[in-house]
C-alpha cells in the first residue's frame, strides 16, 4: 500500500530497524506463554509493565503488576532501561512511550514490544512522538496490523516500518516544540478537570455521601417519583427503512454528555414514536456496560429516540430534579453501588425492575433546586473551558502536521 506524504528534502525515509543498536535483543518483545504465567505475579517486587501503562509519550504508573526477585532473574533479559521505547502489540496496537531517567526497575509483558534507539541517529522522544502522531507512520502501524481476528503487531512488522527523520538537531528542536505544546494543552486538559472535580465537591458538600446516606436524607423509591422506561428493542423487523428515525444508544450516552455524531436509524411507528419520545429535562441512563452511566437530555434535536440498552427517567418535578438525579447516579456508580443491584450473567445489567425498587435519598426539593443553579453556572464555565480545550487540539494537531511534513521553522 502507498501512502502520500509530503517530506522535506532534508528528511529521509529510514527504516525501523536501522535506528536501533546493532546488537542482540535492540528489539525484543515481552515473555509469553510459560515463561510469565498469571499465578506467578505478586503483591510487591519487581514491576510488569503491560499495555495500561502506556500512554502516548509518557509511562504512567498504574494498575501495578509485580513479580518476585527470584522471577526477574529468569527474565532479565526484559527489563526496560531509560530511554528504551516501549510499543504496543495488541490492543491499540502502536501505541508509544520512552522509558525517563528515573523509572524503577521494571520489566515488559507479553503485549509490549521494547526497542533501544541508537542515539546517534534518532532521539527516542523523536521516535515515541512520530509512532504516535505522524500520519505516515501510523497508518503503516494500521495497515501491517490488520487482517487477525484482533489486530496484532510484532517485531518483524516493527523493524519493517519506514520512519521519516530529521537530524539529531532538528529533532531536538522538534521535540522541544512538542513537549512545549502538549504542556499547553494539558493544562486545558486540566482545567476542564476542575471545573468537575468543583461540581463533585459541590454535590457532595450539599448532599453527603450517597452510599452511607451521611446527610441522613429521607430515601424514596425510584419508581415513586420516576417514570422509568427501557427503549426499544433492535431487531431486523426494525430495520425496513419505513418511518425511520435516529436513535440513541449506549454508546451516545457519556457522563453529563449525549454524543449525537454518530447516530443510527431504525423504525418506529406512531406509538412507539410517542412511547420512547424524548423530553426536555429526561435522564438517559445505560441499562449495561458502565451500569448507570447517564447524561440529560436538553432536546438536542427533534424525532430522536432510544434503544433498548438505555432508560428514560423522566422525574417528576415536585420531588426530583434531573440535575440531581444524574449527580447522583454519577456519586452512585464512582462507588460501584449500582453492582449489588445489577443481573451479572457475563456483564451487569441494571434492569427496569431492579432500577424501579432502587432507594435513593430524597432531599428537600428547595435544595434540589438550589444545587440546580450551581450546576447550571458550573456547566457554562464548563462548556467554555471545552471549547478552548477543542481549539488548543485542533492547533496542536495542526503544529504536529506541519512539523512531520518539514514545514516548521529551523
Known sequence: MTFKFKISANWKLTKFDDLVLSERGAIRIGP???????????????????????????????????IPHKKYLELVQYTVSAGDILITNMGTVGRACFVPEGFPLAIISSHLIKATVDLQKCLPQFLSWTL?????VVNQIKSKSQGAIMAGFNTSLLKSLMIPLPTVTEQ???VEVFEKADHLLEK?????????????????DMFGDPITNSKGWP???????????LGKMLSEKSKTGINSFPYLRNANV?????????????????????????RNGDLLVCEGGEVGKCAIWHGEMRNCYFQKALHRLRPELTKLTPEYLQELFFEIAQRNGFLPHSSQVTIAHLTKEKLTEYPIPTPPIAVQ??????????????????????????????????????ELAF
Open 132 to 136: 504516535n502522531y505522524c500520519p505516515f
Open 254 to 278: 457519556q457522563w453529563r454528555t449525549i454524543h449525537l455524531h454518530d447516530l443510527f436509524e431504525m423504525d418506529f411507528s406512531e406509538a412507539e414514536r410517542e412511547k420512547f419520545s424524548l
Open 188 to 204: 486545558h486538559r486540566e482545567t476542564v478537570k476542575l471545573s468537575e472535580d468543583l461540581l463533585r465537591s459541590v454535590f457532595l
Open 32 to 66: 509469553f506463554g510459560s515463561a510469565l504465567k498469571k499465578s506467578e505475579l505478586s503483591e510487591n517486587g519487581i514491576q510488569v509493565l503491560g499495555i495500561d501503562h502506556i500512554t502516548p509519550n509518557k509511562l504512567i504508573w498504574q494498575k501495578p503488576k509485580f
Open 219 to 229: 430515601k424514596t423509591r425510584l419508581g415513586d417519583i420516576c417514570q422509568i422506561q
Open 369 to 406: 433546586k438550589a444545587f440546580t443553579e450551581t450546576y447550571q453556572k458550573i456547566l457554562v464555565l464548563r462548556g467554555k473551558e471545552k471549547v478552548a480545550l477543542k481549539e488548543s487540539e485542533n492547533l496542536f494537531n495542526s503544529l504536529l502536521q506541519r512539523a512531520f511534513q518539514g
Open 172 to 174: 531536538e528542536y522538534l
